[in-house]
């Protein structure tokens, strides 16, 4: 593969999200979050205290920490932990298929798809667990998927100051499936280049070329 790095060119002027959001919320206890749960099975109609229904409360208040568990990780954190000297490897480093579960938003529905990491490193680079540990992180927060793929690259932007980040995300939006417009089988792409793959053409065609086409891989959608 042909050398790819530009590193004289100027990085892309791009509005900066912040990369870490600190939310600060004050957290029910989990006697009230149980009840929470009771109240919206009232409102589904069904009786919180008959037999298949009791334990519900409990495991629906189990299944949140379970989903949004990446409320209590540093993502920032989780990546300076494992800095490697390069030797100096200077091509892309990708991680595809990367399949994550989040919620969105909007409607607590599941968004379920995966995600395809890319950098070109100028002096460091990261264990690829911890690319899947970070999609982790922000995959467990309710989220959306446009701001999700901004995070994941602003993240290793930020903490390995690569030559340049490519992230893509396919998803299906369950809130689009099983409600609203019920239109299953699509899938939603978002993308983020930074650095060269934002600034050079050969370089962006590269990446986008081993991602391979977003949406024609095996559908596994839902
Ligand atoms: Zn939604």
């Not at 798809?113 to 995959?139: D, F, M």
């Not at 939603?188 to 053409?201: H, Q």
């Amino acid at each position: 593969m042909p050398s790819i790095a530009h590193p004289t060119l100027p990085k892309a002027k791009i509005e900066k999200i912040p990369v870490r959001e600190p939310v600060r919320v004050r957290r029910p206890s989990r006697d009230e979050a149980l009840d929470a749960v009771k109240t919206l099975i009232r409102w589904a109609g069904d009786d919180p205290e008959r037999e298949g229904l009791i334990g519900t409360p409990d495991r629906v208040v189990r299944s949140y920490e379970e989903f949004f568990s990446g409320y209590e990780e540093d993502p920032v954190a989780l990546l300076q932990r494992t800095f490697e000297e390069t030797d100096g490897y200077d091509e892309i480093v990708m991680l595809k298929d990367i399949r994550f579960e989040s919620h969105c938003e909007h409607h607590i529905a599941p968004i379920i798809g995966k995600v395809h990491i890319a950098y070109l490193p100028s002096n460091r680079v990261i264990g690829i667990s911890k690319l899947a540990r970070l999609v982790e992180v922000y995959a467990k927060r309710l989220q959306i998927q446009e701001k999700m793929t901004a995070q994941i690259a602003n993240t290793l932007d930020e903490v390995l100051q690569p030559k340049g980040v490519a992230v893509v995300i396919e998803a299906a939006h369950q809130c689009m499936t099983t409600r609203g417009v019920h239109k299953p089988g699509v899938s939603m792409v978002t993308s983020r280049m930074l650095g060269v793959f934002r600034t050079n053409p050969l370089t962006r065609r590269e990446v986008l070329s081993m991602i391979g086409t977003p949406g024609g891989g095996s559908g596994e959608h839902v």
